[in-house]
């Protein structure tokens, strides 16, 4: 059972909005901070937003500040990254992933130890 699962990714316009959805599996959802990742082509994976277990606390890459909203639905083992006014330099496949127990989010991937399998995200010009 593959623990993250990634849906939402498509191909859009610039300016466009999507919505992306990870529904996590096998572990304890509700207890854990999240985040999201990118990988760009011929790029390294980067941090892009950041969640605690509550959702009361939110954290954004300086390059996604204001246009993306992180959000969890714990009752659902859902967590949502909400894009808006999206640029081609977005296009990136797009990774969930589960801080390990007892950290907090950073934007380093060694501190997580769940990942999706990622979606793909194109911004068209």
């Known amino acids: 059972q593959v623990p993250l699962v990634e849906s939402g990714g498509g191909l859009v316009q610039a300016g466009d909005s999507l919505r992306l959805s990870c529904t996590a599996n096998?572990?304890?959802?509700?207890?854990?901070?999240m985040a999201w990742f990118r990988q760009g082509p011929g790029k390294g994976r980067e941090f892009v937003a950041g969640?605690?277990?509550?959702?009361?606390?939110?954290y954004y890459a300086d390059s996604v500040k204001g246009r993306f909203t992180i959000s969890r639905d714990n009752a659902k083992n859902i967590e949502y990254l909400q894009m808006t006014s999206l640029k081609p330099e977005d296009t990136a496949v797009y990774y969930c992933?589960?801080?390990?127990?007892?950290?907090?989010?950073?934007?380093?991937?060694?501190?997580?130890?769940?990942w999706g399998r990622g979606t793909q995200v194109t911004v068209s010009s």
């Open positions: 969640i605690n277990w509550s959702g009361a606390r939110t």
């Open positions: 992933a589960a801080v390990k127990p007892g950290q907090t989010v950073v934007a380093v991937t060694t501190s997580y130890d769940y």
């Open positions: 096998g572990f304890t959802f509700s207890s854990r901070a």
